[in-house]
DNA sequence: TGCAGCATGTAACCTGTTACATGATTAG
DNA sequence: CTAATCATGTAACAGGTTACATGCTGCA
């Protein structure tokens, strides 16, 4: 059935939020305001087009809370359906192009993971994106060696943000993949 | 005169390409290919329909190099408007907004300043960029120290991710702020 | 009284994605 | 000869931005 409806990091972070917790749109917006979760839009432009998409979907359904008033509240909470969906989203592989064009969208996914993969996928997962991203990295510092210093200052800096922001990345990858060991019992020392 | 063109990165990138080397719309989707540009689409879809709107308004005209063929080859290059208008676009101010949301341009109009701003516009631009950097990288360590515990594994390890890609930002940026200041001849003042 | 917050939505616009389309030239 | 590369474009679709629109509730 293939629900592509999960194409765009705002519906996808929308389900995973009410996975979480049903809540309303307004309620999401004060999430996408309040949290760290601001990297996303909060406008009502954004947010209720993509709850209505999401519901014509089957993914979420809502429940009316005060049916008497004229904008009734609605909260909304995922379908099995959804809930499927939300799943497969995040089971995705992980690919070149999403580390260097979708990174946001990869730690969205893995923000998620909890409770919805298991340990052994979560850690599949955590264990692709380091390796893609201290490949990345590899390929990132390659060119700044090699085309860094033709480059005007401003350009040769931007670079070197980019190599940077990769390498920041992949140790944060790599410490995460040794603390999420840690965690697993069935993995590496008996607990 | 307002020339709002500019809106998106790919325009921005673009007639910041053709600034540097005039090209035509293969060679900039080449670039976008083989450089760390390749964040940027590549797209035949994106590119030539990017390039029809720059010229529309004036920003960049083109050579036709090959008149004969069936697709000749077009060499574009900006227009002194277009020049004008690049210059604006990087001078514009850092906003948090920009920091939060739109990092990915701030580090694409410095990466056009050399030659087209002064340096101590360039400096100023930096400066602000470190400030806000700094600034949110501690808004978000506060809300990771404050709400971190009680999230999820994944979810608290994605919100670690964000405050050390920021933190790694604002090192990179006061690094760069204090090399520009040495390249800076009279404007040894610091502080 | 007036303002901020609650609460939902629409419409025009812009731009990127994906897929399709055409045909020349060049290297193996 | 045939595959890759050069070279330019269109069309349908999706989704975000900004601005507009409505009206209630609680508080100072």
Chains 1, 2 share one sequence.
Do not use: C, N
């Amino acid at each position: 059935m293939k629900t592509a409806t999960l194409g765009s990091d705002l519906s996808l972070a929308i389900l995973g939020l009410l996975t979480i917790r049903p809540a309303s749109g307004y309620g999401l917006r004060k999430t996408f305001r309040a949290t760290a979760m601001r990297a996303f839009s909060a406008s009502p432009g954004a947010v209720y087009p993509a709850l209505r998409r999401l519901r014509e979907d089957g993914l979420i359904e809502g429940k009316v809370e005060r049916p008497h008033a004229l904008r009734p509240r609605e909260v909304f909470a995922p379908t099995r359906q959804g809930r499927r969906a939300l799943v497969g989203a995040l089971a995705e592989p992980v690919t070149r192009e999403d580390v260097v064009r979708r990174m946001d969208r990869l730690l969205l996914r893995f923000s998620f993971m909890t409770g919805l993969v298991g340990e052994a996928e979560t850690l599949a997962f955590l264990t692709r994106l380091a390796e893609e991203t201290e490949k990345y990295y590899r390929d990132l510092a390659d060119e700044f060696r090699r085309s860094g210093p033709g480059l005007p200052f401003t350009g040769r800096a931007a670079l070197e943000q980019g190599v940077e922001s990769y390498r920041a990345t992949a140790r944060w990858a790599r410490k995460t993949l040794g603390e999420l060991r840690k965690r697993m019992p069935s993995k590496g020392a008996v607990r």
